[in-house]
């Protein structure tokens, strides 16, 4: 099956910048591909429920950002390194959160548009800690 795993937070000073990598593997042997996958960013932050911020089809390279974190965040892939990344500008205080990255087929997505609803997503990684402070 699908396996993610997540890399690169850590503790910033509030205004810097972060990118967040999402690397995949367990799916070269199942007649799947990267391509036929959906990949979401969520995160979580301390007392509040999850929340969806960004994901990708990576076959089309197709994105959609949370209303919150639109012009701030981006979202992108490598197939050569098969890592989704998340690129976090700007970084606030209430970006403070585990951000998890998030797997499904999209063979399951209409018109393949992927969405931020985490309910949909079937395949987690373990999350990365972003602490954003003085």
């Known amino acids: 099956q699908l396996q993610l795993m997540e890399s690169g937070g850590g503790w910033v000073q509030p205004g810097v910048s972060l990118r967040l990598s999402c690397a995949a593997s367990?799916?070269?042997?199942?007649?799947?591909?990267?391509?036929?996958?959906?990949i979401g960013w969520f995160r979580q932050a301390p007392g509040k429920e999850q929340e969806g911020v960004s994901c990708?089809?990576?076959?089309?390279?197709?994105?959609r950002y949370e209303d919150s974190v639109k012009g701030r965040f981006t979202i992108s892939r490598d197939n050569a390194k098969n890592t989704v990344y998340l690129q976090i500008d700007s970084l606030k205080s209430d970006d403070t959160a585990v951000y998890y990255c998030?797997?499904?087929?999209?063979?399951?997505?209409?018109?393949?548009?992927?969405?931020?609803?985490?309910?949909?997503?079937?395949?987690w990684g373990q999350g990365t800690q972003v602490t954003v402070s003085s």
């Open positions: 367990g799916f070269s042997g199942s007649g799947y591909r990267l391509d036929d996958y959906a």
């Open positions: 998030a797997g499904m087929r999209a063979e399951l997505l209409t018109y393949r548009r992927c969405t931020l609803a985490r309910r949909e997503y079937d395949y």
């Open positions: 990708i089809v990576l076959d089309g390279d197709s994105t």
